[in-house]
T-cell receptor
Framework: DTGVSQDPRHKITKRGQNVTFRCDPI?????LYWYRQTLGQGPEFLTY????????KSRLLSDRFSAERPKGSFSTLEIQRTEQGDSAMYLC???????????FGSGTRLTVV | KQEVTQIPAALSVPEGENLVLNCSFT??????LQWFRQDPGKGLTSLLL?????REQTSGRLNASLDKSSGRSTLYIAASQPGDSATYLC???????????FGTGTRLTIIP
């Protein structure tokens, strides 16, 4: 297992377009998280899944954002009608219930022009 | 609401020196604390994880300590190297909560 994978690494989109990011967690991890990080700040929590169930969503996750984890494996994060304020690094992480910490992916950097 | 503070925001030290990075948090009811490293434009690499029942963890030249009662953690880096240059982030997981709360990081530069 090579860790948490995110695709694409970079995405440039025009304002108003929809974008979708994918995250493949570590295979034996049952929890998956999405975070957003803007320049000079620490990552901020967006949402998390236990298996296929989305158990918590931050108020940062407006109705333009939707996340899914249909079979309890990979996850997608979609942003509809992108705005310039959506420009950020989107980070995915996974963990195993219990005492393990988080393992993060390399992130997807979104630039909205 | 849990708040995490990291001081200083930036630090430059000559190669070979030992150094300490600081992290403080406001709510001592934590489940664990994790230190990460982030290179520019990259994701986060986990360095050390300390459970709430532990006082310290060590990995190679890195040692992290945890004092829950005072709401503090330190990351000690021994014999610093230019490859240690990165941003170091501290993150706290509160008891009964799944999400991590991050500090804004300390940007470390090791001068050759």
């Amino acid at each position: 297992d090579t860790g948490v994978s995110q695709d694409p690494r970079h995405k440039i989109t025009k304002r108003g377009q929809n974008v979708t990011f994918r995250c493949d967690p570590i295979s034996e991890h049952n929890r998956l998280y999405w975070y957003r990080q803007t320049l000079g700040q620490g990552p901020e929590f967006l949402t998390y899944f236990q298996n296929e169930a989305q158990l918590e969503k931050s108020r940062l996750l407006s109705d333009r954002f939707s996340a899914e984890r249909p079979k309890g494996s990979f996850s997608t994060l979609e942003i509809q009608r992108t705005e310039q304020g959506d420009s950020a690094m989107y980070l995915c992480a996974s963990s195993l219930e219990g005492l393990s910490g988080y393992t993060f992916g390399s992130g997807t950097r979104l630039t909205v022009v | 609401k849990q708040e995490v503070t990291q001081i200083p925001a930036a630090l430059s030290v000559p190669e070979g020196e030992n150094l300490v990075l600081n992290c403080s948090f406001t709510d001592s009811a934590i489940y664990n604390l994790q230190w990460f490293r982030q290179d520019p434009g990259k994701g986060l690499t986990s360095l050390l994880l300390i459970q709430s029942s532990q006082r310290e963890q060590t990995s190679g030249r890195l040692n992290a300590s945890l004092d829950k009662s005072s709401g503090r953690s330190t990351l000690y880096i021994a014999a610093s190297q230019p490859g240690d240059s990165a941003t170091y982030l501290c993150a706290v997981r509160k008891r009964g909560d799944e999400k991590l709360t991050f500090g804004t990081g300390t940007r470390l530069t090791i001068i050759p």
